[in-house]
């Protein structure tokens, strides 16, 4: 109906506008529900391939800029490619969608689209070589971080306002699928396009960016519940502030500091860590006491919501760093004693982690769907027990595997993982009150991005603290039996192992860097093995070992910690239904979004 306006109902919110002004009527049809998954589908796609494929194109990137990533002044470069885009989204996710609570989810969603793809072409066109152009790459990719934050914080509440509540575990599995899969797209296109041309890996999301642009401002249409209110100034700024901090802290606690082969005894890092503590307890002082809060502490009373999160967090505290410690495995040692140069191991670790994306593919969809009839606790807590049992497998197998055991236990993980997501986010975001499920959404991926982040750090801590204990007597054996001198050897075997983790992790092989001049005065036979495929992987493989199963017992711990908080989620539960309203809501409450609800149909 033409015309039709939205007045208040017993509650400040209105009713999204239509570009015309006129009152846009929530559609539930066949036609727009499915535009708004491929639309918001096609826009996690792109922001999680470029966060990917950055990652496994570093060594080309740097190369092509000139910097090598190895030399100790250069290590924070490294860092802040992999883990900035990290930071700014979890950092800006739950503001943006509070805007978007307020002045349209589809507006801040478009606007997602188009800052993405602006800093994606500006990482294309760097013209700068060396430290400037590091920081230059950095800083557009922090620009890609908003984009990214806006996408993320608003696709799940667009999704919720599209579908109705027994369709939505399927939307959410879908969208999760996009959300996992493009990881290990991201993967195989970096290994297969740095090579050609650097620049490719920031380009081949241009043309994504600005058909999703177009496409999301003509057919999408804000279809959610406004809520009129003020932004919470002094929340958004504490929020920010104590949140970066420690996600720098954490960052920094990576490199070493002084003599010490990691940063956490740094004043810096330290300052930085419980500062950052303190500026967070102060946001929840403050988000106690104003009228509008940035971020709602009554959203845990919703018990689905809260151990929602929860088993979110930890979930992502168990997988975040998972990527990179397979990645090393492959690229580091298992792709070289198998017959790979370190120039193609790149490619050839996004091809054999597949079994991990089919594994998703196979339960996320099929686990969302089943979700929508029998709620999410049995699927999300059954994913995250399947998730345990597969990193209980991989501690049982040696470095040096066999691919088809290899295989079946990562295929196992992506069916656990891909069994928790799509059922755990529907039921977040079904618990919600439909004025708040962008707010709500964005407090859903701090929790997993700043998870992702800690979890980075805990399982490099791990590595690095297991390579301490054991690489530098294996490093100074390896080369003094190889003919290099003991000043050289031990010089080499002291340096921090921080440099010989991220070698593995690039696929590198680092070793006619570290031994430099003293390279030449080795016999022919000596420096080709040094410098050839087998010694670095096999030198590291133990070490590698000891650090690997305390990581995958923290992984395992999470996970099962992670189900504990799953269960106590309740049973099915949408909110608003008034036969399933939560305990501390009154009946008022639930008649009054009822009442909303159905004016907005």
């Given at each position: 109906?033409?015309?039709l306006?939205?007045?208040?109902?017993?509650?400040?919110?209105?009713c999204?506008?239509?570009?015309?002004?006129?009152?846009?009527?929530?559609?539930?049809?066949?036609?727009?529900?499915?535009?708004?998954?491929?639309?918001?589908?096609?826009?996690?796609?792109?922001?999680?391939?470029?966060?990917?494929?950055?990652?496994?194109?570093?060594?080309?990137?740097?190369?092509?800029?000139?910097?090598?990533?190895?030399?100790?002044?250069?290590t924070?470069y490294?860092?802040?490619?992999?883990?900035?885009?990290?930071?700014?989204?979890?950092?800006?996710?739950?503001?943006?969608?509070?805007?978007?609570?307020?002045?349209?989810?589809?507006?801040?969603?478009?606007?997602?689209?188009?800052?993405?793809?602006?800093?994606?072409?500006?990482?294309?066109?760097?013209?700068?070589?060396?430290?400037?152009?590091?920081?230059?790459?950095?800083?557009?990719?922090?620009?890609?971080?908003?984009?990214?934050?806006?996408?993320?914080?608003?696709?799940?509440?667009?999704?919720?306002?599209?579908?109705?509540?027994?369709q939505?575990?399927?939307?959410?599995?879908?969208?999760?699928?996009?959300?996992?899969?493009?990881?290990?797209?991201?993967?195989?296109?970096?290994?297969?396009?740095?090579?050609?041309?650097?620049?490719?890996?920031?380009?081949?999301?241009?043309?994504?960016?600005?058909?999703?642009?177009?496409?999301?401002?003509?057919?999408l249409?804000?279809?959610?519940?406004?809520?009129?209110?003020?932004i919470?100034?002094?929340?958004?700024?504490?929020?920010?502030?104590?949140?970066?901090?420690?996600?720098?802290?954490?960052?920094?606690?990576?490199?070493?500091?002084?003599?010490?082969?990691?940063?956490?005894?740094?004043?810096?890092?330290?300052?930085?860590?419980?500062?950052?503590?303190?500026?967070?307890?102060?946001?929840?002082?403050?988000?106690?006491?104003?009228?509008?809060?940035?971020?709602?502490?009554?959203?845990?009373?919703?018990?689905?919501?809260?151990?929602?999160?929860?088993?979110?967090?930890?979930?992502?505290?168990?997988?975040?760093?998972?990527?990179?410690?397979?990645?090393?495995?492959?690229?580091?040692?298992?792709?070289?004693?198998?017959?790979?140069?370190?120039?193609?191991?790149?490619?050839?670790a996004?091809?054999?982690?597949?079994?991990?994306?089919?594994?998703?593919?196979?339960?996320g969809?099929l686990?969302?769907?089943?979700?929508?009839?029998?709620?999410?606790?049995?699927?999300?807590?059954?994913?995250?027990?399947?998730?345990?049992?597969?990193?209980?497998?991989?501690?049982?197998?040696?470095?040096?595997?066999?691919?088809?055991?290899?295989?079946?236990?990562i295929?196992?993980?992506?069916?656990?993982?891909?069994?928790?997501?799509a059922?755990?986010?529907?039921?977040?975001?079904?618990?919600?009150?439909?004025?708040?499920?962008?707010?709500?959404?964005?407090?859903?991926?701090?929790?997993?991005?700043?998870?992702?982040?800690?979890?980075?750090?805990?399982?490099?801590?791990?590595?690095?603290?297991?390579?301490?204990?054991?690489?530098?007597?294996?490093?100074?054996?390896?080369?003094?039996?190889?003919?290099?001198?003991?000043?050289?050897?031990?010089?080499?075997?002291?340096?921090?192992?921080?440099?010989?983790?991220?070698?593995?992790?690039?696929?590198?092989?680092?070793?006619?860097?570290?031994?430099?001049?003293?390279?030449?005065?080795?016999?022919?036979?000596s420096?080709?093995?040094?410098?050839?495929?087998?010694?670095?992987?096999?030198?590291?493989?133990?070490?590698?070992?000891?650090?690997?199963?305390?990581?995958?017992?923290?992984?395992?711990?999470?996970?099962?910690?992670?189900?504990?908080?799953?269960?106590?989620?309740?049973?099915?539960?949408?909110?608003?239904?008034?036969?399933?309203?939560?305990?501390?809501?009154?009946?008022?409450?639930?008649?009054?979004?009822?009442?909303?609800?159905?004016?907005?149909?």
């Amino acid at each position: 109906m033409n015309g039709l306006t939205c007045t208040h109902v017993d509650v400040n919110v209105h009713c999204g506008m239509s570009s015309n002004g006129a009152a846009a009527a929530r559609p539930h049809g066949i036609d727009y529900k499915w535009v708004a998954l491929s639309n918001t589908t096609l826009g996690i796609l792109m922001a999680v391939l470029n966060s990917s494929i950055v990652l496994i194109a570093l060594p080309d990137i740097f190369r092509g800029i000139g910097l090598n990533p190895l030399s100790p002044g250069n290590t924070s470069y490294l860092l802040w490619m992999l883990m900035g885009f990290m930071v700014v989204t979890a950092v800006l996710v739950v503001s943006l969608g509070r805007l978007g609570d307020m002045y349209g989810r589809v507006r801040m969603y478009n606007l997602g689209f188009a800052v993405f793809t602006l800093f994606s072409i500006l990482l294309s066109v760097c013209w700068l070589h060396g430290s400037s152009g590091a920081l230059y790459l950095i800083g557009m990719r922090v620009g890609q971080g908003v984009g990214g934050a806006l996408l993320m914080a608003n696709s799940s509440a667009i999704l919720t306002d599209a579908f109705p509540p027994d369709q939505r575990g399927l939307a959410m599995g879908i969208n999760n699928v996009a959300l996992i899969s493009g990881s290990f797209i991201g993967l195989i296109l970096g290994g297969l396009l740095a090579p050609l041309e650097w620049r490719l890996v920031f380009l081949v999301s241009v043309p994504l960016g600005l058909f999703g642009t177009v496409w999301a401002y003509l057919k999408l249409r804000d279809t959610g519940i406004r809520r009129k209110t003020h932004i919470d100034w002094w929340g958004n700024l504490t929020f920010a502030a104590g949140l970066v901090a420690i996600l720098v802290g954490i960052t920094y606690g990576l490199l070493p500091y002084g003599g010490h082969t990691m940063g956490w005894t740094s004043p810096f890092v330290l300052t930085m860590i419980f500062g950052g503590i303190a500026v967070l307890v102060l946001f929840g002082v403050i988000e106690a006491k104003v009228a509008e809060p940035m971020f709602r502490l009554s959203l845990f009373r919703i018990r689905a919501f809260a151990a929602g999160n929860a088993a979110n967090l930890l979930a992502a505290l168990s997988r975040g760093g998972m990527m990179f410690i397979l990645i090393i495995w492959l690229q580091g040692i298992w792709l070289p004693q198998h017959g790979y140069d370190f120039n193609v191991t790149p490619l050839w670790a996004g091809i054999y982690l597949l079994p991990l994306t089919a594994g998703f593919l196979v339960s996320g969809p099929l686990s969302g769907a089943l979700a929508d009839r029998y709620g999410a606790r049995p699927f999300a807590t059954g994913g995250l027990l399947l998730a345990a049992a597969a990193f209980g497998l991989l501690q049982v197998l040696p470095v040096n595997f066999t691919y088809a055991a290899f295989a079946a236990i990562i295929f196992v993980s992506g069916l656990g993982m891909g069994m928790f997501g799509a059922p755990n986010q529907t039921g977040i975001m079904n618990s919600l009150p439909p004025d708040q499920r962008g707010a709500g959404a964005g407090m859903t991926v701090t929790f997993m991005s700043s998870a992702q982040v800690l979890s980075i750090g805990v399982f490099f801590t791990l590595m690095i603290l297991g390579l301490a204990a054991s690489l530098p007597g294996a490093l100074l054996h390896g080369l003094t039996a190889q003919g290099v001198g003991v000043a050289v050897a031990t010089r080499i075997s002291h340096l921090p192992p921080v440099g010989s983790l991220f070698a593995a992790f690039l696929g590198y092989n680092p070793m006619a860097q570290l031994l430099g001049p003293a390279g030449s005065h080795l016999s022919h036979h000596s420096f080709t093995y040094l410098t050839g495929r087998s010694f670095f992987p096999r030198l590291i493989s133990g070490p590698f070992d000891q650090g690997l199963h305390e990581a995958f017992d923290f992984a395992f711990g999470a996970c099962l910690i992670g189900a504990v908080a799953s269960v106590m989620r309740g049973g099915k539960y949408i909110h608003g239904h008034p036969q399933q309203v939560e305990p501390h809501e009154s009946a008022q409450q639930a008649m009054a979004e009822t009442q909303l609800e159905a004016l907005v149909d």
